[in-house]
């Protein structure tokens, strides 16, 4: 499972609200707003009362700004790495989430890199993911369900994440354009409410295991078919209850930042 120190940076909670062509993001202590018409963002930071405002296609190269420079090593195997992503395969699986018959589909990311000594074969990084989606009925039954596929579909419309993704990785050329057809089995049809991914680093596993005792007490028994990391994403409520207007808006004190 996810390792402590990594848990605690991981946002334990995100806040999502809709209305009027716009929505409202809580997570990590920033809040952000989107217009959906206008396609700007705005970035709210709650503990030091600032805000940014932006076009949305300007805020993945802002994004991208604030990530540190990859060492010229890593950047220089980069063209070697091969990422692929499988079909999405329904499961036959079902669930009730909140009140809402979901189903589930799996989808496999692989990475694979060149060939090292003394390392397993095979990927060097395997994501398998399971969606758990609203069924398609559920839309015209589940009022709350309706509005957050609509919402949904045309953000993926207007916003484009194909581009912001290329964007945010612009030191991993090519990547985000990979994992476009995983972003687009994630918006395809009705609203996500469960995500359970399984992280397989077999090399990452075979190095643990050859590791001294002391000083690593996981390796002996680090299984490369173990997943190194699981992460879960579930949706705990759901409200199809009139959201004020005032939480559209930049909170008064607030003094404009850059981004």
């Known amino acids: 499972a996810l390792p402590a120190q990594m848990a605690r940076v991981?946002?334990?909670e995100t806040?999502?609200?809709?209305?009027?062509?716009?929505?409202?993001?809580?997570?990590m202590g920033f809040n952000s707003i989107i217009d959906f018409t206008t396609r700007e963002i705005t970035l709210l930071d709650t503990a030091g009362k600032r805000y940014a405002k932006m076009p949305y296609?300007?805020?993945?190269?802002?994004v991208a700004r604030a990530i540190p420079e990859m060492p010229a090593e890593a950047r220089a195997a980069m063209p070697s790495m091969k990422t692929d992503i499988s079909p999405a395969r329904v499961t036959g699986r079902t669930a009730v989430i909140q009140g809402v018959e979901a189903e589930e589909r799996e989808i496999s990311v692989s990475v694979e890199g060149p060939a090292m000594p003394n390392m397993p074969p095979g990927p060097t990084v395997k994501l398998v993911i399971h969606l758990w989606s609203a069924k398609p009925g559920e839309v015209m039954r589940v009022p709350a369900i309706r509005e957050l596929t609509g919402y949904s579909l045309w953000s993926y419309a207007t916003m484009n994440p194909t581009a912001f993704m290329d964007k945010m990785m612009k030191q991993l050329p090519g990547l985000g354009s990979a994992f476009a057809p995983l972003l687009e089995e994630m918006q395809k049809g009705t609203a996500?409410?469960?995500?359970?991914?399984?992280?397989?680093?077999p090399a990452m596993a075979a190095m643990?295991?050859?590791m001294p005792a002391?000083?690593?007490?996981?390796g002996a028994s680090s299984d490369p078919n173990e997943p190194f990391m699981q992460m879960n994403q579930e949706v705990a409520e759901l409200s199809a209850a009139p959201v004020p207007d005032s939480v559209f808006q930049i909170p008064e004190g607030y003094q404009e930042a850059p981004a």
Do not use: A, C, I, W
């Open 10 to 12: 991981m946002p334990q």
């Open 15 to 27: 806040v999502l609200r809709l209305k009027g062509g716009k929505g409202f993001s809580s997570s």
């Open 57 to 62: 296609d300007q805020y993945g190269e802002e």
């Open 192 to 201: 996500v409410l469960r995500v359970h991914m399984d992280m397989f680093m």
């Open 208 to 210: 643990l295991q050859r």
């Open 214 to 218: 002391g000083g690593n007490p996981s």
